[in-house]
């Protein structure tokens, strides 16, 4: 089985990240870096985890929550002027990207979670019925 490319673009981000929030100044490393560092690697796991879980969509859910968190907490850096203008925009853009990947898993398994009562049933009422 070929690894999803949602786990293949979160694991390359941590790789990535993790040895620029590891150099954050001291009185923001352990705050802010460590629980940034702390989220990416639940993300990843969660992600891990997910594959194989039997309900994907709800801790698929709750990854969705961790990605927000991330997405403020870099804002937090940017906005302490601890990176570049030019890294907190390449670091939002492939957040979005894990964002879209993990957004497209979400709504495959609200599609495929749904069982139609009977055949009759069509794609637009079942769209209905999951909003």
């Known amino acids: 089985m070929g690894e999803l490319p949602v786990i293949q673009k979160t694991y390359d981000f941590v790789k990535w990240f993790v040895p620029i929030l590891n150099k954050l100044p001291r009185d923001h490393k352990f705050m802010l870096g460590d629980r940034m560092i702390t989220e990416l690697y639940e ?3 969660g992600l891990v985890k997910a ?3 039997k309900d994907k969509l709800t801790q698929l859910s709750d990854l969705n929550t961790k990605l927000d968190i991330l997405r403020y907490q870099t804002r937090l850096l940017s906005d ?5 203008v030019e890294r907190y925009q390449y670091i939002s853009q492939q957040l979005q990207e894990i964002g879209i990947e993990l957004g497209g898993w979400i709504k495959q398994q609200k599609q495929s979670s749904y069982k139609p009562r009977n055949n009759n049933e069509t794609y637009y009422q079942n769209s209905e019925i999951l909003n």
Do not use: G, K, T, V
């Not at 302490?80 to 570049?84: A, K, P, T, Y």
């Open 43 to 45: 993300l990843l796991e």
């Open 51 to 53: 594959r194989y879980a």
């Open 80 to 84: 302490f002027e601890l990176i570049s």
